[in-house]
Every structure is written in structure tokens, then in C-alpha cells.
């Protein structure tokens, strides 16, 4: 639910297979300059969804003059939401996504590279967003849930990649 959020903003009614920036207009990237560097820029389009084999630099396509649509951003004006990478979400559509606390970790790992909080499990562990290779523009909508049950293991591929989020306490 949080990502939904992130993406629309409060109180904001939703639109049917929407993407992060708040309508269902997309355009696939095109026409790179400086593809990786700190300078990276798209010339058209709006979200990275079809067969790039590698992501593209988050906020590449904000400019001084974007709007909200042109640049792929959400309503916060969060980058790349929709498409680029997919987004490590706690899933409420499983079992253990349904008993994960939201307690703060410590910011250790274990000897695996994993967390070591109580309750949270790989197991509740689901994907949103779409991704760079997805082929399909609607695996990127708000509303898409194709791999947000997925679970059982964190995925450690170049299309998957999660956000540092902390509440405050």
C-alpha cells in the first residue's frame, strides 16, 4: 500500500492502470547521451520498460524544465517508480508479508548479507513497478501485483532493486 501512496499522493483518486507520475500515458525511453555516467540523459520518453539491458541512472529524466509526466516522477516527485527497476515491496498478498512488524533494524548483516531483524522474512518479499526488460507497459502501472506474492528469496539480478525508507521513531 505504501508504494501507492508514494506514487499518488494523499487523498488523491486513482486512475485505472495508472503510472507513478498520475495517468496512463507512457512512452518508452529513447536516445541516450552519456548512458552511465552522472550525466545521463534521455531525450524521449518517460519510463524504461522494453529490453534495456542495463538501468538507467535514477532521476535521468528530470530536467530543469520536466514536468511530473515528462520526467517519471510520482506525485513527490519520487523517481522511477514506474519501469527501470523493480521495487522490493513487503508483500500483504502472503502469509509472512502479513506478519512483518515494520520494527527498525539495526543496520547489521548476517555472514549472508541478509538483515537480521525479527519478522522479517525473505518469504514476504514481493516485486512492483516494473522493470527495464518487462516488455509489457502495464507491468509498470501503480495497480500491477504480477510479482508482488512472488517471495521465497531476494532477488540479486541487474532489473531488481528496493529503497532505504525509515519512519520516524
Not at 527498525?104 to 522493470?131: E, V
Request: glycine fraction near 14%; charged fraction near 10%.
Amino acid at each position: 500500500m505504501n508504494l501507492k501512496k508514494i506514487c499518488r499522493g494523499a487523498n488523491q483518486t486513482p486512475v485505472s492502470n495508472e503510472f507513478a507520475w498520475g495517468n496512463t500515458t507512457i512512452l518508452q525511453i529513447a536516445s541516450p547521451s552519456n548512458q552511465g555516467m552522472a550525466d545521463e540523459t534521455w531525450f524521449t520518453g518517460n519510463c524504461n520498460y522494453l529490453s534495456l539491458t542495463i538501468p538507467m541512472r535514477c532521476g535521468a529524466l528530470a530536467t530543469y524544465s520536466s514536468n511530473r509526466e515528462q520526467a517519471g516522477a510520482t506525485y513527490y516527485g519520487v523517481m522511477e517508480m514506474s519501469g527501470n527497476l523493480h521495487e522490493a515491496v513487503i508483500s500483504a498478498g502472503n502469509a509472512p508479508g502479513r506478519t512483518y512488524t515494520g520494527v527498525h533494524g539495526d543496520g547489521n548483516l548476517d555472514p549472508n548479507g541478509l538483515y537480521n531483524a525479527l519478522n522479517w522474512s525473505t518469504s514476504a518479499i514481493g516485486y512492483r513497478g516494473g522493470y527495464l526488460n518487462s516488455g509489457y507497459s502495464l507491468y509498470s502501472a501503480v495497480s500491477d501485483r504480477i510479482s508482488s506474492t512472488s517471495g521465497g528469496a531476494i532477488k540479486n539480478n541487474y532489473y531488481s532493486s528496493g529503497r532505504g525508507v525509515r519512519t520516524a521513531q
